[in-house]
């Protein structure tokens, strides 16, 4: 991977990977070991050593997936009319490195949803920000690649986490205290590489101040109003990963120590495909490969919903969710960032992925519903084949995505 120093200006990058990537690609990678070392665990204490219901654990879920939607906006706003995002993202992976610590003293239902809530909501403020740190340090014609980059790194630590959570549990088990204190360390690392060496770079608004008005006129612009609708529809039928990891684990019976390692088998598909995949969409478009990957995201469904199944089909299961997360996680903001005037990048990102994630809450909480009156393999068969009826619509509204281009 080669690493240029300065923001790609006028498109002779080629290749090359920002210095700037990188660096947000290393804080990504050491907060990603500190939040799925949490998550990794996190299904099976709450259902098992904190005793909540299916339908109380999707409530949860879904605070999860959907809080750091009331962020996302304002964080990518604040970025965009200071023109300074960085500052913006150092609020929020501060935010969520504290909830780390406070895990320790929550205790009962209340606790937990309000720590999971301050978490999720340093994430919703972060993650807007750092996109278009990103987007702007990055070659224009090479944005699939530079996210796919960062979300390598990114990935990376999502795979040591549950590593290091499935350890710690192997060495004294049900010590879910050491997960939260460890956890905490490595959040605090990722934090001071983040204040210490990730450069206060300046974005196109620092030249141009972006108003409120012009914001909410950017975001809800014509090129972007298709995507968005597709984000939405598709985030309402995308179920968390701790619902197929628990529908897996009751189908085979694992042992509780085991089930972190679920994550890593995904995190390792992820891991391997997400530069491949991104620099396809670069080539092939964003918008065809964003789609395509929900088409392993069926498979996934449908493997998992199979009443009996062993360590191949959770292996193949893994990699299918792997696949749909590098197919979709980087493409989406790389797909978005050239649709929104320079100036809005940052809000623009923020409501793409503000409609995910309050899509993915109230999927959560479906799903979870679901699974209380019917079970997870039903449920999991009627997410496939809603899946199966939309995928051709989205593709429809996102048909001319990739040819659309910002005029600043």
Known sequence: MTVRDRPAAGGSAGGRVATTVVLLGVVSLLTDVSSEMVASVLPLYLTMAVGLSPV????????????????????????DRGGQPKWVAVLGYGASALSRIAMLFATGFAAITAVVTADRLGKGLRTAPRDALIAEASDPKTLGRAFGVHRTLDT???????????????????????IWVVSFAFATVGFAVLVLFVPNLRTAAG????????????????????????????????????????????????????????????????????????????????ARVLVA?????????????????????????????????????????????????AE??????????TVVALSRFASSVTFGLLWSLHGPAWSLLLFAGLLVVTVPGVAWLLRRADRAEAVA
């Open 293 to 341: 990957g929900h088409g392993a995201l069926i498979a996934c469904y449908l493997l998992a919903a199979l009443p009996s199944g062993g360590i191949g089909l959770t292996l193949t299961v893994l990699m299918l969710l792997g696949v749909f997360y590098a197919a979709t996680d980087g493409v989406l903001p790389a797909l978005v960032s050239r649709l929104v005037p």
């Open 207 to 286: 030249t141009a101040r972006i108003g409120l008005r012009r914001a909410f006129r950017a975001v809800g612009g014509r090129p972007l109003r298709r995507p968005l609708i597709a984000a939405g529809l598709l985030g309402l039928l995308t179920v968390g990963d701790g619902f197929l990891y628990l529908s897996l684990q009751e189908r085979d019976d694992f042992a509780a120590v085991w089930f972190p390692l679920l994550y890593v088998g995904t995190n390792i598909a992820y891991l391997a495909l997400a530069v491949p995949l991104g620099r396809l969409a670069d080539r092939v478009g964003r």
């Open 344 to 353: 809005a990048r940052g809000s623009g990102i923020a409501a793409a992925q």
């Open 56 to 79: 109380a654990y999707g409530f949860l879920d879904g605070m999860y997936q959907g809080v750091s939607a009331f962020l996302r906006i304002a964080g990518g706003y604040a970025g």
């Open 156 to 178: 990376i630590g999502a795979g040591i986490g549950p590593l290091v959570a499935f350890a710690l549990l192997a060495l004294v088990p049900g010590s879910y205290d050491s």
